[in-house]
C-alpha cells in the first residue's frame, strides 16, 4: 500500500524487464518535457492555466528524480538490480547485496535530508525503503 511500486513479474528476464519499470520515470520526464512548449505558448493567455503547467512540470521532474533514485523498491532501485544481474551473470547474489547496500546508503541519506528540512511524510518513506533495503542485503528477515 504505501511503497507505490509496481509489481513486475519477476520471471521476466532482465534484459526485458528494464524497458518496463523505466517507463515510469520516463513518462515523467516526457510530460515534464512536454510542458516546456505549451507553458512557452500559453504564457501570461491565463493566469490558472500557467501555474497548472509550471506545477505539472515541478511534479512530473519531482516523480522523475525521485523515481530514478536507486533506492529500493522504486523503480530506479529496480533499474540498478536488473542492470547488476545482467552484468554479473555468474554471481547474481553479489549484485544483489551491492544493489540492496547502494539502495541502503541512498535511503540513509534520504533519512537524514528529510530529518534535516522535518519533511515527516518523507521520513516515513525513508524508514520503509531502509527496512527493504536490509531485506535485501538480508540483515533482516521479511515480516508476513
Given amino acids: 500500500l504505501f511503497t507505490g511500486s509496481a509489481a513486475v513479474d519477476t520471471n521476466i528476464p532482465e534484459k526485458d524487464a528494464i524497458p518496463v519499470v523505466a517507463a515510469g520515470p520516463l513518462s515523467n520526464l516526457l510530460l515534464a518535457v ?42 530506479g532501485g529496480r533499474l540498478l538490480k536488473d542492470f547488476l544481474f545482467i552484468k554479473m551473470k555468474r554471481n547474481r547474489r553479489l549484485a ?41 542485503v538480508e540483515l533482516v528477515k521479511p515480516s508476513n
Fill in 34 to 75: 512536454l510542458c516546456i512548449p505549451f507553458y512557452s505558448f500559453l504564457v501570461n493567455i491565463n493566469p490558472i492555466i500557467d501555474g497548472f503547467m509550471e506545477n505539472l512540470f515541478v511534479i512530473n521532474i519531482f516523480m522523475f528524480i525521485f523515481n530514478i533514485l536507486p533506492i529500493y523498491p522504486m523503480d
Fill in 96 to 136: 544483489k547485496k551491492i544493489s540492496g547496500y547502494v539502495s541502503l546508503t541512498f535511503s540513509v541519506a534520504l533519512l537524514l535530508y528529510s530529518i534535516s528540512i522535518m519533511a515527516f511524510l518523507l521520513i516515513l518513506f525513508s524508514a520503509l525503503f531502509i527496512y527493504t533495503s536490509l531485506v535485501e
